[in-house]
């Protein structure tokens, strides 16, 4: 499936609702997998069609096919549930040897018959030439006739495929509280799918790639669905799962199983406030517009997702909230360490630096050798009489927590997940462009030492 494909563009003016979103409606039984089948005559070889006496899921596949493999465990166990009127057939590849089928029919526990299209007569009426494939065929008084198919079949094809075959209760096979995956959402809510794909979501998992972090269990489990609860299986990099994919907000089977789970409730499960910059769901809302794409031509869809993979997108949740800037010497009554040890190191000589350049009034130039008066919308390029970059410039503005001194209102940047907030504070201004040799790693040991003293033993 290509959500992409699937989306119509619209040109006008785009109207917002309360939540920030475009209008638009959710798919509720209207997804093309609720249509009537129109089934189609076929005439099958002699053996294949002789082991057909029932609605039968005809299987394609090559024992040494890496995509068959990974979805024939799915597939077992689905064959291994209770279908009164579901039989099971397994038809591989013309290659495929006897002792090769019997030991992948071993391996995988497979409990239905299996074949051999030794003459290619199977893939050649079904016009297939991959695998796997999933066909449906059923005999209708003396013909056979094919009702739907997979192809290639993928896992969680065969939830969609319980939804097409029983259209007057489509979820009814849904069991409670277990993740489908979000291809099987995408079915039928393809504007949500489109626009879920334009957000960071979306490369929550890749990400981790970048930062070696992959093979971590404790920061794997916000940057995937249902890790440790039948989603996210540690090691599975292609996983339908890899990524904060619809069931991360909506919870197992969205709404479909029963269980509603409002999506406001999961949010803060990964957006804490260690990780986060002072998230709420309000901030966060509108940037998960489930209607956007339908706003958007192909080729801006395709701009966002180039610039998604190459962490060029904009980050708005990464912005500090709006506030006044004190100073630092405001911070030194509460932590005069720290602005001792800060007064020593590079930062305080930031502006001094730059105005010894030639550019060194250049507002740009600026924005990284100082520190602003205030931040968020109220921020009009003035800047502080501190020295360089300050306290604020990396734990956000401090007057309400000067008034008010909690963790609430200002960012401490801990040690657990550097990558979901230092990384972004500091290559704001550590760019490749203007700092090609600075090193996360580097400076994040050399700031331990200096602002820890109990770490420089």
Not at 132 to 156: C, H, S, Y
């Amino acid at each position: 499936m290509c959500w992409a494909q699937s989306t119509s563009f619209s040109q006008e003016a785009p109207e917002l609702d309360e939540r920030g979103w475009h209008i638009g409606k959710p798919a509720i039984g209207t997804g093309p997998l609720l249509e009537p089948l129109k089934p189609v005559k076929v005439t099958l070889p002699a053996a294949i069609a002789k082991a057909i006496n029932q609605r039968t899921l005809v299987f394609y596949f090559s024992p040494s096919c890496p995509h068959c493999t990974a979805v024939m465990p799915s597939l077992v166990r689905f064959s291994n549930q209770d279908h009164s009127n579901l039989a099971f057939l397994g038809v591989a590849t013309s290659k495929t040897t006897p002792e090769a089928l019997q030991e992948y029919r071993e391996k995988y526990a497979v409990n239905f018959p299996m074949l051999i299209d030794s003459d290619r007569a199977f893939a050649t009426v079904m016009g297939l030439r991959s695998t796997p494939a999933g066909i449906v065929v059923e005999p209708q008084g003396d013909d056979l006739a094919v009702l739907t198919g997979f192809v290639p079949w993928f896992k969680g094809a065969e939830h969609l495929l319980q939804i097409q075959m029983n259209p007057s209760a489509p979820f009814s096979s849904f069991e409670a509280n277990k993740y489908i995956g979000q291809t099987v959402c995408a079915a039928c809510h393809r504007s949500e799918a489109d626009s879920g794909s334009l957000t960071h979501h979306t490369i929550a998992y890749s990400t981790l790639y970048l930062q070696e972090k992959a093979d971590e269990a404790e920061c794997v489990r916000c940057h995937v669905t249902g890790m440790d609860e039948g989603g996210f299986e540690m090691g599975d990099h292609l996983s339908d799962f890899a990524g904060v994919t619809c069931e991360a907000c909506h919870s197992p089977g969205g709404p479909h199983d029963g269980q509603s789970v409002a999506p406001k409730d999961t949010c803060i499960a990964c957006h804490d406030a260690e990780h986060s910059i002072a998230f709420s769901y309000e901030k966060g809302l509108p940037f998960l517009d489930h209607f956007k794409a339908e706003h958007m031509t192909e080729t801006e869809i395709k701009a966002r997702w180039a610039a998604l993979q190459s962490g060029e997108a904009e980050r708005p949740l990464l912005a500090f909230p709006t506030g006044s800037s004190v100073g630092a010497e405001s911070c030194m009554g509460c932590h005069p360490q720290e602005h001792a040890r800060w007064k020593t190191g590079p930062h305080t000589r930031a502006s001094a630096t730059l105005a010894a350049h030639p550019d060194g009034k250049d507002p740009d130039c600026q924005r990284c050798h100082s520190t602003p008066a205030a931040f968020g919308m109220s921020e009009n390029n003035a800047r502080l009489n501190d020295p360089g970059v300050s306290c604020e410039s990396c734990h956000g503005p401090a007057k309400k927590h000067i008034a008010s001194p909690t963790k609430q209102n200002i960012i401490g940047l801990g040690e657990s997940c550097p990558e979901c907030i230092i990384e972004e504070v500091c290559t704001s201004c550590h760019t490749p462009e203007w700092d090609a040799n600075w090193s996360l790693d580097v400076r994040l040991g050399t700031l331990r030492n200096l602002y820890n003293p109990q770490e420089e033993e």
